[in-house]
């Protein structure tokens, strides 16, 4: 009988174990600073443009700021599990010199404001946009 009790305290532990995610589980650390460096369709994203760099941070208080290339950026945001929203985003608006660079950044904006989801794999955070086909890939800063 203390055999079969003593599985049956196994089993739950190894139970819980799973239920809980850990950094292997996809968590977003936060605070916690990210680089982008591609974003489109999965398989075929392009990398940001040459020279221009694209921040994201994570804030304890529901809030998160960047930079867009061009202008500071911030948003609030909600987790649920890998469930990612980002609503009322706000940003400078200066223009920017190079066109390239303030259409990457529309884009940005626009796909930020359509996450639906996030997977954090090591370093990296990929946060899906769209219809989920579309992703933001960034690296921690």
Do not use: H, R
Request: aromatic content about 10%; overall charge negative; charged content about 15%.
């Amino acid at each position: 009988m203390k055999i079969v009790y003593f599985l049956l305290i196994t089993l739950g532990l190894i139970i819980s174990a799973c239920a809980t995610s850990g950094a292997g589980g996809g968590e977003i650390p936060i605070p916690s600073k990210w680089k982008l460096e591609s974003f489109g369709k999965a398989g075929a994203a392009a990398p940001v443009v040459t020279g221009s760099t694209v921040k994201l941070e994570f804030l304890e208080d529901g809030q998160l700021g960047g930079s867009g290339g061009c202008n500071s950026y911030g948003a609030k945001y909600e987790i649920d599990g890998t469930n990612l929203s980002i609503k009322e985003l706000v940003s400078t608006l200066m223009a920017c010199v190079d066109e390239k660079v303030m259409q990457q950044e529309t884009l940005y904006f626009t796909a930020l404001q359509s996450a639906s989801s996030f997977e954090i794999s090591g370093d990296k955070l990929t946060i899906f946009y769209g219809d989920g086909a579309n992703q933001l890939n960034f690296v921690t800063q």
